[in-house]
């Protein structure tokens, strides 16, 4: 089975993220391995892959620590607060404060276990950093592959990594052009379209979600 995971986010967001201590350059592009692995933003996504794959592969982990390792280096790499606002949209600024802080909450735990459930069926995959392009005087996009165990075409993810207070940090993945952010963001406007533009429809959705996890555990 063929598996993208989110270390490959989701994730949207182990050792802290990476400080930088210069603005990202705009001029520079990194068009080869070798170069983009010198650019900061390069350096970050290739280690947390590697950090990724190394506790999928360690075979002396059980489930759970598996799991909270996982929890880990998303929270650590991904910026999981600029992913979740992106992702519902306008509707952040309607809901209240305590919404605001239970919907963050329950997108973090449905992000740990989706991705985590999904890197938990590794078979092989290999991770390269191949490019990196600046964006914005934040922004950067680093290109990478995911190489499969059966030889087949390499998978392409693009991840927007931006600096923000010094710190690195992945805010969006694009598989084969497709953004997981604006994928989810589409699937959660539906809903809030529904209860016209509220987020109470989401948020019951998401504590029902989080629940049939726990339950399936």
Known sequence: MRVLPILLLAIFFAAPALAVDQAVDSSVVANTPEDALK????RFVQDLGDRAIAQITDK??????RNTRYRDILLSSFDMKTIGHFVIGRAWNAATPDQQQEYLKLFEQLVVKTYGDRLNLYSGEGFRVKSVRPESDMDSIVGSE?????????TKVDWRVRQKDGKLAVIDVVVEGVSQSVTQRDEYASIIQRDGGKIDGLLDLMRKQVQDQQQSQ
């Open 39 to 42: 650019a900061p933003a390069g």
């Open 60 to 65: 002396n982990l059980t489930p759970e620590q």
């Open 146 to 154: 995911i190489t499969h165990a059966d030889g087949s075409e390499p």
